[in-house]
């Protein structure tokens, strides 16, 4: 009897042992891997650039409409907001500005990655009221991360502080009390802002992630979330509440409850913005702050202890790379690389600048 009788022929094809099987399957997932976090880290990039070359737009827009005269060249600009300087402290055009450069530069981002780098996530973008509810539902736990690393981040600070080192933040309060700063803050912190935010961070990432792993696309997108927020306090706070954020957006398959989540994180956090802007009295603010923080930090806590399982990634498929191997995969993929140096960079520059 022919012992090797289960053997193709020649020609017609060649047997494979369980340990090619399983190299192929290797390099075919980490190809696969490779594709997609290129694609992030170039997206992420891309956006760098625009938001960097938005910026120069808008300052040359606003130029031509309060100066009525058309002028490309960098001096007269220049001159002209040094004898306005009016323009330059005013809250309502430094949050025009933001809205602006944020909105823009994410439709064009947003273009990019759906026709030219064909990321199909338009599915996490479907309402539903269920999804709302669970946005409202799944906030206090985010608000508790965050307040969380926000207390345990500012006794770093202190430390640092007492040395005579500062730590740069970002300042989105409002200087001025006109109704027009009050309606261009909201309209950037509380709406667009969180809008533009999620369809990027929650949805174009967890979209490029998720298929190497839910856990994978839960640490990137909280970990991208943090870093661009460009100084360590503002990073400690969103990469612990956007854990959750991703958390959400996995299991729902959706970032209509993560919109809802980060709408009412800014919203809660600028209460002190807003009812200063409305001269409302200190103690009156202090009491409504403080009795919105204790109630989410109850229900906030209330989850952690019995509820954060419902959210833990719990994967639906076996890889053959390690968890371990996913992670390099993304962390040494060039583009990532090199958008963590432009990152690394600026929060150099700026703790230089704030020491300076």
Avoid at 34 to 39: D, M, Q, T, V
Avoid at 311 to 337: D, H, W, Y
Wanted: proline fraction near 3%.
């Amino acid at each position: 009897m022919d012992q090797n009788n289960n053997i193709p022929p020649f020609g017609y094809g060649a047997y494979q042992s369980p340990a090619d099987i399983i190299r192929q399957e290797k390099k075919q997932e980490k190809h696969g891997l490779f594709i997609n976090a290129s694609k992030l880290g170039a997206l992420l990039l891309i956006y760098e650039a625009l938001t960097y070359g938005m910026n120069y737009v808008y300052f040359y827009l606003l130029f031509f409409i309060k100066s009525k005269s058309f002028s490309l060249e960098p001096d007269v600009v220049r001159n002209f907001y040094k004898e306005n300087s009016s323009i330059m402290d005013s809250s309502f055009y430094k949050m025009l500005g933001n809205l602006f450069i944020v909105v823009v530069s994410m439709l064009i981002l947003l273009l990019i990655a759906k026709y030219l780098f064909k990321i199909k996530f338009e599915d996490m973008l479907r309402p539903k009221a269920s999804l709302v509810k669970n946005g409202f539902r799944w906030f206090p736990l985010s608000m508790s991360m965050n307040y969380a690393a926000s207390i345990a981040i500012s006794i770093v600070v202190g430390i640092l502080s007492t040395a005579g080192l500062t730590v740069p933040e970002q300042d989105f309060s409002i200087s001025d009390s006109s109704a027009g700063a009050l309606a261009m803050q909201f309209a950037y912190v509380i709406l667009l802002g969180p809008l533009c935010e999620e369809l990027l961070y929650r949805g174009v990432i967890i979209t490029l992630l998720r298929p190497y792993g839910k856990g994978l696309a839960v640490f990137f997108s909280a970990l991208f979330f943090g870093a661009m927020h460009g100084n360590i306090p503002q990073f400690a706070s969103a990469f612990a509440g956007g854990l959750v954020f991703a958390a959400v957006a996995v299991k729902y398959n959706s970032i209509i409850p993560t919109i809802v989540i980060h709408i009412l994180n800014n919203t809660v956090a600028s209460i002190g913005d807003f009812t200063d802007v409305l001269n409302v009295k200190e103690v009156i603010t202090n009491h409504i702050y403080y009795a919105v923080f204790i109630t989410i930090l109850i229900i906030g806590f209330y989850i952690i202890f019995v509820k954060i399982g419902e959210i833990k990634p719990t994967e639906e498929r076996t890889f053959v790379l390690t968890a371990s191997q996913r992670r390099m995969g993304v962390f040494m993929n060039i583009f990532v690389l090199a958008y963590f140096a432009l990152l690394i960079m600026q929060y150099i520059s700026s703790f230089v600048s704030a020491n300076s």
